[in-house]
């Protein structure tokens, strides 16, 4: 991507006006936004939807009952178990 970014500047420094500047602009706005982006977490690899299903209907319920039990620690495992990979931020929230 940094050599995308430096391309983009090369041009940008030209006498370019118009709408290509602009896009060029937002271009290089998305790219540097990207690679700020943080890195991937999580333990489960293979498919999202699947895991987050698990997670939602399996690891949230038992992570509850363990904690009513008083065990945080054991419960903060259960409920991180299933958790697919995924950048923090991304999703319903």
């Given at each position: ?18 709408p290509?500047?602009?896009?060029l ?15 991937v977490?999580?333990q ?15 690891s ?5 009952v ?16 299933s ?6 931020g991304?999703?319903?929230?």
């Open positions: 991507m940094n050599e995308a970014i430096q391309l983009i500047d090369k041009y940008l420094t030209q006498e370019m006006v118009g290509a500047r602009e896009i602009r937002d271009l290089r706005g998305d790219l540097l936004t990207r690679m700020a982006e943080k890195p977490v999580g489960r690899r293979g498919p999202t939807a699947f895991w987050w299903m698990v997670h939602n209907l399996v949230h319920p038992l992570s509850e363990v904690f009513w039990f008083g065990g945080r620690k054991l419960a903060d495992r259960v409920h991180d178990w958790v697919p990979r995924h950048r923090p991304a999703g319903r929230g």
